[in-house]
Structure formats: C-alpha cells, structure tokens
Nanobody
Framework: QVQLVESGGGLVQPGGSLRLSCTAS????????MGWYRQAPGKQRELVAV???????NYADSVKGRFTISRFVPKNTVYLQMNSLKPEDTAVYYC????????WGQGTQVTVSS
C-alpha cells in the first residue's frame, strides 16, 4: 500500500512563503505523475500543480508564477514552494500520486492571514 506523508503547512501572513513536502513510501518514478491539490471550506478539491514522471510541470492559472512544484527522486519527495501567498490560498493541501490508482496524503493545513 502506497503511503504519502505531507509536511510543511502552517500559518503565514499575506505575501509570505511556505514549502510543502510529500514523501512517498516507494519510488515516485513508479507513478505517472505526482501533484498537489487543495480544498478550501465549502469548495471542491482542485488541482494546484502536477509533475509528470518525465519532469514536466503544470499549474493552475491561479498559482502560476507564485508556486513551484519540484522533486528529489533519491528521497522519494515532491515539494511545493509557495511564494507571494494570498488569503485565497488558504486550504487543506493534499499530495496525490497517480499510479494504478490515485493515492492521497492526509492533508496539511495552509492558512494565509494577517
């Protein structure tokens, strides 16, 4: 069973930065892609960023230019660097691995507030 463990969430002021980490129990190259999703209260879960097995990254329009997804394969870890954070980025962020099925982490809360 694949396990994804997230870390790095917290409270940050508008304009600040956070880096989320997601470590998989197996090789991240075994998945078609890995990504970050988020879900704000009362809203549907939405894709934030995704990185393919080949290393191509795609972003939601709302985070382009502010967020960067990256990975460190030897540590089976995917990162989400979030800069210039806005209150509307407040949500629970989930790591996702797209393999034979979709696997999800437990989620980490990101709150952007002054």
């Amino acid at each position: 069973q694949v396990q994804l463990v997230e870390s790095g969430g917290g409270l940050v002021q508008p304009g600040g930065s956070l880096r989320l980490s997601c470590t998989a129990s197996g090789s991240i190259l075994s998945f078609n892609s890995m990504g970050w999703y988020r879900q704000a209260p009362g809203k549907q879960r939405e894709l934030v960023a995704v990185i393919s097995r080949g290393g191509n990254a795609n972003y939601a329009d709302s985070v382009k230019g502010r967020f960067t997804i990256s990975r460190f394969v030897p540590k089976n870890t995917v990162y989400l660097q979030m800069n210039s954070l806005k209150p509307e980025d407040t949500a629970v962020y989930y790591c996702n691995a797209d393999g034979t099925q979709h696997y999800w982490g437990q989620g980490t809360q990101v709150t952007v507030s002054s």
